[in-house]
Nanobody, 123 residues
């Protein structure tokens, strides 16, 4: 059973940056593809970014491409989401998710989820 714990959320002004972290335990991290999703109040959970088990390929939602960067440190069992040029519309609870090997953009394809971390961007 894989456990995921997110951290790094908070309140930031528009144009600012935040770095989210997701620490994994209970599984073989280097064989897991990792994803970040977000859910704003009254909206469905949406894909943000994903990275394959090796870190060799990354995927991004169009809304964050060029502003967000996903990365991973397999030695530390941690995946990161660097968020730059934040906008008020980025405000949401951000969730870390894991699945075996290959990345996916559909939340239903992920087996493990963290509890989420709140990101609030003020205008």
């Amino acid at each position: 059973q894989v456990q995921l714990v997110e951290s790094g959320g908070g309140l930031v002004q528009a144009g600012g940056s935040l770095r989210l972290s997701c620490a994994a335990s209970g599984g073989t991290f280097r064989y897991l593809a990792m994803g970040w999703f977000r859910q704003a109040p009254g909206k469905e959970r949406e894909f943000v970014a994903a990275i394959v088990w090796s870190g060799g390929s990354t995927y991004y939602a169009d809304s964050v491409k060029g502003r967000f960067t996903i990365s991973r440190d397999n030695a530390k069992n941690t995946v990161f989401l660097q968020m730059n040029s934040l906008k008020p519309e980025d405000t949401a609870v951000y969730y870390c998710a894991a699945r075996s090997l290959t990345a996916a953009t559909n939340a239903r394809d992920y087996n493990y989820w963290g509890q989420g971390t709140q990101v609030t961007v003020s205008s």
